[in-house]
């Protein structure tokens, strides 16, 4: 296991279509994150997954943004009529429930929209 | 609402300094503090955490609650220690991170 795995690296997209990103949380890792990343801020929390349940969601992910972890593996987050302010870093990381709360960060997934 | 403030986007220093990243928090509770490193072209990764009050790489960070501050601190900056310092703070369930909005730490020779 080497680690959280995000698939695509980048995506480039016009404006209204629909993106899909992909994380692979470290194994055995009950617990997942999805951040938001702008250029110059500090990571910003969407949601969260503890084994299939989506526990939490912030009030920055509008209707058009859904996650889902089946089966309580991987995970994706779907943007739907994407807006050019939806281009960011998108960041997935995982840890164990009940602790120690370190929390295992992939590479991110750029996105820009176009 | 839990927030982290860090005031410097930028600090510069030479081999050798002293360095200090400032980080203040506002949490209702008792919050768990990080700080979170992303060096050039890696990924965001734990450099230490207030519970362990241990020292990783020479950096220490000391939970002030009366002044809400985890500053991070280094007697004596290298150059490897160029990168992105984020600190975040997370409630005791373990739940989402707080971060902050980041320093650059950039260690001149």
């Known amino acids: 296991d080497t680690g959280v795995s995000q698939n695509p690296r980048h995506k480039i997209t016009k404006r209204g279509q629909n993106v899909t990103f992909r994380c692979d949380p470290i194994s055995e890792h009950n617990r997942l994150y999805w951040y938001r990343q702008t250029l110059g801020q500090g990571p910003e929390f969407l949601t969260y997954?503890?084994?299939?349940?989506?526990?939490?969601k912030s009030r920055l992910l509008s209707d058009r943004f859904s996650a889902e972890r089946p089966k309580g593996s991987f995970s994706t987050l779907e943007i739907q009529r994407t807006e050019q302010g939806d281009s960011a870093m998108y960041l997935c990381?995982?840890?164990?429930?009940?602790?120690?709360?370190?929390?295992?960060f992939g590479p991110g997934t750029r996105l820009t929209v176009t | 609402a839990q927030r982290v403030t860090q005031p410097e986007k930028l600090l510069s220093v030479f081999k050798g300094a002293p360095v200090e990243l400032k980080c203040n928090y506002s949490y209702s509770g008792s919050p768990e503090l990080f700080w979170y490193v992303q060096y050039s072209r890696q990924r965001l990764q734990l450099l230490l955490r207030?519970?362990s009050r241990e020292s990783i790489k020479g950096f220490t960070a000391d939970l002030n609650k009366g002044e809400t501050s985890f500053h991070l601190k280094k007697p004596f900056a290298q150059e490897e220690d160029s990168a992105m310092y984020y600190c975040a703070l997370t409630d005791n369930a373990g739940n989402m991170l707080t971060f902050g909005g980041g320093t650059r730490l950039m260690v001149k020779p």
């Open positions: 207030h519970i």
């Open positions: 990381a995982s840890t164990p429930s009940g602790g120690p709360y370190e929390q295992y």
């Open positions: 997954f503890q084994n299939e349940a989506q526990l939490e």
